[in-house]
């Protein structure tokens, strides 16, 4: 039962940010688990300590029980460990203090984070940074969790990353180093060129040398890929290697190439390529050697000169000996029998 002193007293709290007292009634008692406390018997005479908009201490502490109480209201909240820790690489990617390739700038953030937070509070809170100890609770945050950590810990970075934790909650931990879709076809001869016409990408990452390669395919069959992140808006036009030509490319090439009245040089631009690339691609699809030309002698009529059999070898082998290079590039860690045993066709020509 409350009297009226102490509904008068509760009304004047409502709305009100005070901190929390201390009573004498015990929590956890097995001989007062049973019993009543008034609120007179409870509390002592204390005076209340109101939270000041002015202490950005006292601001700090309110956030944090406001994240506390809005967590502890939701029904069937699993946000998840690895996707809490998604979030938390995304938003720090932001803020240039960590990479996409999961690698945090460990002495930026903890200075960051200390200049936020000072040492009083943060030893109030249980919460100091050892900087010495690479197993500091701030840095564990940032691992592939094995384990939960204490909830605390997790408001209060949260409400360093300037989020309050239903914000951060509805964030997307998806990262995404090459901006959103769509991404544009960069074959020169494809009637989508520079159009945002590919949809999704493959992405590989190279944790031992903190790289992301993404490979874009467009329904022409051009595949290209690029090292990321993107940088600019510019980079989704950039081709970093070309994978694959595709059959639209290939045949302009043919049509291209048997054209005598088309030099090399344009065959080269116009495809967006260099000249040895013309040749390499050629070979590697056995089109004719030399290129008809209007200089083209014939032996007789109807017949023309065969191609050297060495300038076709060394065009060939110029176009095997990049392929297998390209495959050593790709496969860093391979050794010489198991590339020999996936790529046995080029292995073998060569």
Not at 78 to 104: M, N, W
Not at 329 to 347: E, F
């Amino acid at each position: 039962m409350q009297y009226p002193s102490q509904k008068s007293a509760m009304k004047k709290l409502l709305g009100k940010n005070v901190f929390l007292e201390n009573s004498t009634a015990h929590g956890r008692s097995r001989q007062t688990r049973y019993k009543l406390a008034s609120i007179e018997q409870a509390v002592q005479a204390v005076s209340l300590r109101m939270l000041s908009s002015s202490n950005s201490v006292h601001q700090i502490l309110l956030k944090i029980a406001q994240d506390a109480a809005w967590l502890l209201a939701q029904e069937n909240f699993l946000p998840g460990l690895e996707s809490t820790r998604d979030r938390y690489f995304k938003l720090l990617i932001d803020r240039g203090l960590a990479s996409y390739a999961e690698q945090v700038r460990v002495n930026p953030l903890i200075e960051a984070f200390k200049d936020y937070y000072s040492p009083e509070l943060l030893k109030l809170l249980q919460g100091e940074i050892r900087e010495q100890n690479n197993s500091n609770w701030l840095l564990r945050l940032m691992r592939p969790p094995k384990h939960s950590q204490h909830p605390l810990y997790h408001l209060l970075l949260i409400q360093f990353l300037s989020y309050s934790a239903r914000e951060f909650f509805q964030l997307s931990g998806e990262l995404k180093p090459f901006g959103d879709g769509s991404w544009p076809c960069l074959n020169p001869v494809c009637i989508h060129f520079r159009q945002p016409q590919i949809q999704e990408y493959t992405l590989k990452r190279d944790r031992s040398h903190g790289r992301m390669t993404a490979t874009f395919c467009c329904e022409c069959g051009f595949t290209y890929a690029r090292l990321g992140p993107d940088q600019s808006p510019d980079d989704r036009f950039r081709v970093g290697k070309v994978t694959a030509w595709g059959q639209v490319w290939e045949d302009f090439l043919k049509q291209l190439w048997e054209d005598s009245t088309v030099s090399l040089e344009q065959i080269a631009n116009r495809l967006s390529v260099d000249r040895q690339t013309v040749k390499r691609q050629a070979a590697r699809l056995g089109l004719t050697f030399p290129r008809p030309s209007p200089t083209w002698k014939q032996t007789q009529i109807g017949e023309t000169t065969p191609p050297k059999t060495d300038e076709v070898n060394s065009v060939q082998v110029e176009a095997y000996r990049e392929e297998w290079l390209e495959i050593l590039r790709q496969n860093p860690d391979a050794g010489r029998a198991q590339l020999s045993s996936q790529h046995s066709r080029v292995h073998s020509w060569l």
